[in-house]
Structures are given as structure tokens and as C-alpha cells.
Nanobody
């Protein structure tokens, strides 16, 4: 059974940093493209960032580029999202997702495995 478990969310003030983690089990993590999506209240789920199998390739949504960093540790089957300079617009539920293909994709339907989400709330 594949499981993705996010952690690290919380309520923070604008400008600070937060790191999300996603622990994965039940699939060959080193052969899974990993991604983070987020869903703000009343909005659709949006792509945030993704990372290739070995971590050599990353892609980011324009809204987070330069502030967020995605990384992975294949020895721990864990993917991270380091979020710096947080803004109130970053408030959302953040979801970890995995796909077993080799290419980074930005569409929700390309990812077959999802975590339950972790809430990030950024106050002014």
C-alpha cells in the first residue's frame, strides 16, 4: 500500500520560513517523480514544485520561484519543501504527490499517489 504522509505545516507570520516533509512508503521512491501542489480556500489545486528521480532537475511555479526549494533524500524516502519569505498568498493546504514516470509533469492527473495534505497559514 502506497502512503504519502506530509508534515511540517502550521500557522506562521509573513516573512518567516517553514519546511514541509513528505514521507513515502510502498513504492520505489528513487524511481518516483515527486511534487508539491497546494489548494487555497475557494481555489483549484495548483502545481508548486517538482523534482526528478535523482534530484538533479527541479521545476517551480512562477509564484514560488526564488522563495521555495524542493529537495529529496532517497535514503529516507522523503521529499521536502523549504518555504522562505512566506506571504499570506501562500496560505493553502499543501499536498505531496508522486508519479512513477520519469518526467516532471505539472498536471494533477499525471500523479497517481497523493498525501492527505498539511495546512499552511500565513498571517500578516
Amino acid at each position: 500500500q502506497v502512503q504519502l504522509v506530509e508534515s511540517g505545516g502550521g500557522l506562521v507570520q509573513a516573512g518567516v520560513s517553514l519546511r514541509l516533509s513528505c514521507a513515502v512508503s510502498g513504492l520505489t521512491f528513487s524511481r518516483a517523480v515527486m511534487a508539491w501542489f497546494r489548494q487555497a480556500p475557494g481555489k483549484e489545486q495548483d502545481f508548486v514544485a517538482a523534482i526528478s528521480w535523482g534530484g538533479g532537475s527541479t521545476e517551480y511555479a512562477d509564484s514560488v520561484k526564488g522563495r521555495f526549494t524542493i529537495s529529496r533524500d532517497n535514503t529516507k524516502n522523503t521529499v521536502y519543501l523549504q518555504m522562505n519569505s512566506l506571504k499570506p498568498d501562500d496560505t493553502a493546504v499543501y499536498y505531496c504527490a508522486a508519479r512513477t514516470g520519469s518526467a516532471i509533469r505539472w498536471k494533477l492527473e499525471e500523479y497517481g499517489y497523493w498525501g492527505q495534505g498539511t495546512q499552511v497559514t500565513v498571517s500578516t
